[in-house]
């Protein structure tokens, strides 16, 4: 019979495994129980002869409420009084979708507002030549 190679399975730095298995194997991680934020699943395996192998990944959770800014980005260089929006909503579970609140209003990005004053110069521009022909 072939022996198989055992894997651990952690989550941050912590020192109890949050699984031990025997290869290969599927699981389902939960993030529920994990507060929002930075994480790394770490894979340690051991094959039979003893050797062992270590995989890290890095995640991010965000289970929590979404929250978009609008005013202001990361590292950015302000001054003054900035106008913000803040929304948060939450997005209800995999089975039940909550519409109310997910939808953020964006100020008009300025290449739309600069789009549409050349429309209207183009336009205007138009008309008048048509018009003194």
Known sequence: MEERS???????????????LVSPVTL???TR????G????????KDPSGKEGIRKIPFVVRNGPAIVVEGIRENDVVDGVLP??????????QKNFVIVGSETPKGIPSWVWIMVVG???????YLITYFTI
């Open 38 to 45: 930075d994480h790394v699943l770490k894979i340690v395996s």
């Open 33 to 36: 129980k994990l507060p929002d």
């Open 84 to 93: 913000l929006m803040v929304n948060a909503y939450g997005k209800g579970d």
């Open 6 to 20: 055992t894997i651990f399975v952690f989550i941050d730095d912590e020192s109890k495994p949050l699984a031990k």
């Open 119 to 125: 429309f209207f110069g183009w336009a205007l521009y």
């Open 28 to 30: 389902e991680l939960d």
